[in-house]
Structure formats: structure tokens, C-alpha cells
């Protein structure tokens, strides 16, 4: 019998958790820091790569996630890569797992333990469940919707800034940025702000439910990077939300950039500095 989504929420997902650590166990940490060059791929410049890892982890996780829930479907960043018409499957019926097997391909490649593998669970626009691992640290973030967030196993809450001190916000890193989304990221460059360029997006979502960091500002919107890190920011407590004032929408066609920070307050001001730059 085939499950529903319902009843694979009330049941399996401690299965999930286990099937991301198998696929970072078997394709990803055994590579790490073990790269030949020949197994590292530019595909839109030189700052856009792609590994063996992220494409052995991705067939994994798309075999093993799809047997736990039949007649759901995958998108993944390297299935989208090779074939964009994958997306249209975050506007159908059926489930989803939205994928980024290798979340920081440039930290990996790099030998830096800062990278992620990015699950979540959507169906028909609405995010269900989401796992962050990184396996380089043992850090396993959970969240389901509702149900709130955890980090290891312990609750996660993002809190609020301290009053007085500046916002420390992650920004869409200038690598992959054009000049226009940088002219209006400039706006985050003033007083009571201190922005940094991103590294990982999964693990940057992370430190925002942890409060460790106040907001990110990005402006881009692939589904892997951001699917599990808004859910997870939501159930620790956060806020997200676009420059037209909408939640962000996971099929696309939002307005951006977009942010999410500790607070709603926090997000209304980082989004309102974004839209004095238009």
C-alpha cells in the first residue's frame, strides 16, 4: 500500500534521517579532501562546480528517498543541471524531495568542513520536513512544519537581536552576483549592518535558527539551496519573506532578493533597506 504524505510524516521520518547520513557516509565523506582534479567539473564558471561526490550523493538520496515514499519525485540541483524541465515538479501533485546533494561544492573542493546535504519534503508548494547535515561537523538540523526544530537532537530557537548592536547579515557572495544584485545589495552597507558574503546557504539558514547570525539577503532562488533553510528558520522561530512582501514561493517567480532573519522585525528591516535601493 502506498503511503500517504500524512502518514509518512506521522511515521518515517527518522528513516530520512538515516538515509542522508548513509548517502554523505558512502558518496560524499569518503571523497573529502580526497579529490583527484579530474573529478571536479566547472559548469558556469569557475566558481560553479561539481564534483563526483555531489553527483554519486544525488543519485543515492534520489534512489533511497523515492523507495521510502513511492510516486514521489526528486528535484535535484544536478538532475535540474542536466535537465531544467525536472522543475515542473515542484508545481505538480505529487511529493517532492528538493535536493542539494553537495550544499558549498567550493568548501568541499577546498577541504573546508563548511558544506551541507540539503533535504526537504514539499507537496503542492508547502514545506513539509527538512534535514541540514553537515557531515564534516556531525551536525544534523530537523525540522517539520509545525513540529518545530532541532540541532542534534536539542531544540533550536532563533531569538532576537541585541538591541544596539549591529546585524550581522549574510549576503549573496559577489562571486555569483551580477552588477545590478550587487548595486542593490550595496544598500546593506550602512550603519547598524554588518554584511558578509555567504559561504554555504544551508548552513547559513542554520546559524540563523541557531541566533548566530541576525539575516541573510540572497538573490537567487534554486529550490535546493533554500527549501530546507526556510523551513528550518520558520520552526525555530524566524521570518521570511521577498521584496514584494510575499513569502518566498519554492516553484519560483518570486520577487528579489529575498531574506530571512531572526525576527519579523529584523526581516522588515533588512527588506526595507533592500527596497530603498530600487
Known amino acids: 500500500m502506498v503511503p500517504t504524505v500524512d ?5 518515517r521520518l527518522d528513516e530520512v534521517e538515516e538515509t542522508v547520513r548513509k548517502a554523505a557516509a558512502a558518496e560524499i565523506m569518503p571523497r573529502f579532501r580526497q579529490l583527484a582534479t579530474d573529478e571536479i567539473v566547472e559548469k558556469n564558471g569557475p566558481y560553479d562546480l561539481v564534483t563526483v561526490a555531489d553527483r554519486r550523493a544525488e543519485e543515492h538520496l534520489t534512489a533511497a ?3 521510502l515514499l513511492p510516486g514521489s519525485a526528486v528535484v535535484g540541483e544536478e538532475a535540474v543541471y542536466a535537465d531544467p524541465g525536472v522543475l515542473r515538479a515542484l508545481r505538480g501533485e505529487d511529493p517532492v524531495w528538493i535536493v ?3 550544499d558549498g561544492t567550493r568548501q568541499f573542493v577546498n577541504g573546508d568542513a563548511g558544506f551541507a546535504t540539503l533535504v526537504c519534503l514539499a507537496h503542492r508548494g508547502e514545506l ?4 541540514t547535515y553537515a557531515p564534516a561537523m556531525d551536525q544534523m538540523a530537523i525540522a517539520r ?3 518545530g526544530a532541532t540541532l542534534n537532537g536539542e531544540p533550536l530557537r532563533c ?4 538591541p544596539g548592536r549591529d546585524l550581522e547579515v549574510a549576503i549573496s557572495h559577489y562571486d555569483f552576483t551580477t552588477d545590478e544584485e550587487k548595486r542593490v ?3 546593506l552597507l550602512t550603519e547598524g549592518i554588518a554584511p558578509r558574503p555567504c559561504g554555504s546557504a544551508g548552513l547559513e539558514y542554520l546559524h540563523v535558527a541557531q541566533g548566530r547570525l541576525d539575516g541573510l539577503a540572497f538573490s537567487w532562488e534554486n529550490p535546493w539551496d533554500h527549501a530546507a533553510g526556510l523551513l528550518l528558520v520558520a520552526e525555530a522561530g524566524g521570518a521570511s519573506g521577498t521584496l514584494a512582501g510575499e513569502p518566498f514561493r519554492i516553484a519560483g517567480g518570486n520577487t528579489l532578493p529575498f531574506s530571512a532573519a531572526r525576527d519579523e522585525p529584523t526581516l522588515r528591516h533588512i527588506l526595507g533597506l533592500l527596497a530603498s535601493a530600487g
Open 159 to 162: 531569538g532576537s537581536p541585541e
Open 100 to 102: 542539494d546533494p553537495v
Open 128 to 131: 513539509l520536513a527538512s534535514w
Open 65 to 67: 528517498l523515492t523507495a
Open 185 to 187: 545589495l550595496a544598500a
Open 7 to 11: 502518514a509518512f510524516l506521522a511515521g
Open 145 to 147: 512544519r509545525g513540529g
